[in-house]
């Protein structure tokens, strides 16, 4: 265990009550110069004593979740996935045509869409289309048929 004494380090005794400056179970290493160095667990940042880094910004134009929002954890970070996606950084798309009725489903990223058949309209096809309503019998009546 290193121990601050001055403006060095130095290695401090088993009977001293003063901790480490490296933090989160990091070591602490004098180096020849009276300088200490901190070896880090994964997810902490050596340059600050084993701080908690940041992995939701560690690159500026862009989140390692694709499509969802990350949040920071104490050394690592969590996803939490955008509506039609899924995974551990939200990079796969979610399949919603194995869930829908649609006669026709496409799967487009992160969403879906449903083609109808001649007949039906709506956003899952689910409405007949009258055919009456255009008036198309002109010497009879007309029968809305599904």
Same mark, same amino acid.
């Given at each position: 265990?290193?121990?601050?004494?001055? =403006?060095?380090?130095?290695?401090?005794?088993?009977?001293?009550?003063?901790?480490?400056?490296?933090?989160?179970?990091?070591?602490?290493?004098?180096?020849?110069?009276?300088?200490?160095?901190?070896?880090? /667990? &994964?997810?902490?940042?050596?340059?600050? !004593?084993?701080?908690?880094?940041?992995?939701?910004?560690?690159?500026?134009?862009?989140?390692?979740?694709?499509?969802?929002?990350?949040?920071?954890?104490?050394?690592?970070?969590?996803?939490?996935?955008?509506?039609? /996606?899924?995974?551990?950084?939200? =990079?796969?798309?979610?399949? !919603?045509?194995?869930?829908?009725?649609?006669?026709?489903?496409?799967?487009?990223?992160?969403? /879906?869409?449903?083609?109808?058949?001649?007949? /039906?309209?709506?956003?899952?096809?689910?409405?007949?289309?009258?055919?009456?309503?255009?008036?198309?019998?002109?010497?009879?009546?007309? &029968?809305?048929?599904?």
């Amino acid at each position: 265990m290193c121990m601050l004494e001055g =403006r060095g380090l130095k290695i401090a005794s088993h009977s001293s009550t003063r901790s480490s400056p490296c933090k989160n179970g990091g070591t602490c290493s004098v180096k020849s110069d009276g300088s200490h160095v901190c070896k880090c /667990y &994964v997810g902490f940042n050596q340059s600050t !004593e084993c701080g908690d880094m940041d992995e939701c910004n560690m690159v500026s134009d862009r989140s390692p979740c694709n499509n969802g929002t990350c949040v920071n954890t104490q050394g690592s970070f969590s996803c939490f996935c955008n509506a039609g /996606y899924q995974g551990k950084f939200c =990079r796969d798309d979610v399949d !919603e045509c194995l869930d829908q009725s649609c006669p026709i489903c496409v799967n487009t990223p992160g969403s /879906y869409s449903c083609q109808c058949t001649a007949g /039906y309209t709506g956003p899952h096809c689910q409405m007949d289309v009258d055919q009456c309503d255009s008036s198309p019998c002109r010497h009879g009546s007309c &029968v809305n048929t599904q």
